[in-house]
């Protein structure tokens, strides 16, 4: 079966300062790994996923992740935080082997970064 | 181009009461997920479709819930009768799922948040 991991409820930066929100993952096979981003009254959307190749990967509004696969780890960055980063952050995980498209969503982290 | 759009966004009713919740998928979307959102439980996937076939409903509550596509555009989801711990924020998703291209992402719509009183 597969899982998603976010060990930390609430993540707290200051604006400027780099950010980090961590997940982990456990899969059959090799992984497809999303980051999802989700706004106050507003649906889930889409920041990066890795499939294959370059372990750190580049998405929307400055994010990246780095995807390792020794540490089934997918932490999502950002060199600066900005207060309009603030938001509930979803890691998600889908077992390519499997033949299904449905993902699985870790619990959120939440994002706060202080002015 | 235009997103998943979802109606009503808000939906306030009275136990007992039927709920219908509907979905437009994005053109060229053949997958279509119906996701519950809560504050103890977190998202839970509820259905999944595929080229309007539904693939795995096991996430749906009990047989108070039902969901349809009568067309590859379209989605509901239905509660009958309502109770008041099915007051929840609904998302539906879509996505391109082919045999050689399973890596596409989800595309969610803004949700309908509903309570049953």
């Known amino acids: 079966a597969q899982s998603v991991a976010q060990p930390e409820d609430q993540v707290n930066v200051a604006e400027g300062n780099p950010l980090t929100v961590k997940c982990t993952y456990s899969v059959s096979g090799n992984p497809y790994l999303f980051w999802y981003v989700q706004y106050p009254n507003r649906g889930l959307q889409f920041l990066l996923k890795?499939?294959?190749?370059?372990?750190l990967v580049k998405g929307s509004y400055g994010f990246e992740a780095e995807f390792n696969k020794s540490q089934t780890s997918f932490h999502l960055k950002k060199p600066s935080a900005l207060v309009s980063d603030s938001a509930l952050y979803f890691c998600a995980v889908r077992d390519p082997g499997r033949g299904y498209s449905t993902l699985t969503f870790g619990k959120g982290t939440m994002l706060l970064v202080s002015p | 181009d235009a997103g998943v759009i979802q109606s009503p966004r808000h939906e306030v009713t009275e136990m007992g009461q039927e709920v219908t919740l509907r979905c437009k998928l994005i053109?060229?979307?053949?997958?279509l997920f119906w996701y519950r959102q809560t504050m103890m439980r977190g998202l839970e996937l509820l259905i999944y479709f595929n080229n309007n076939v539904p693939i795995d409903d096991s996430g749906m509550p009990e047989d108070r819930f039902s969901a349809k596509m009568p067309n590859a555009s379209f989605s509901t989801l239905k509660i009958q009768p309502s109770e008041p711990r099915d007051s929840a924020v609904y998302f539906c998703a879509s996505s391109f799922a082919g045999t050689q291209n399973n890596n596409q992402p989800q595309h969610f719509g803004d949700g309908t948040r509903l309570s049953i009183l």
């Open positions: 053109s060229g979307h053949n997958s």
């Open positions: 890795y499939i294959t190749g370059d372990n």
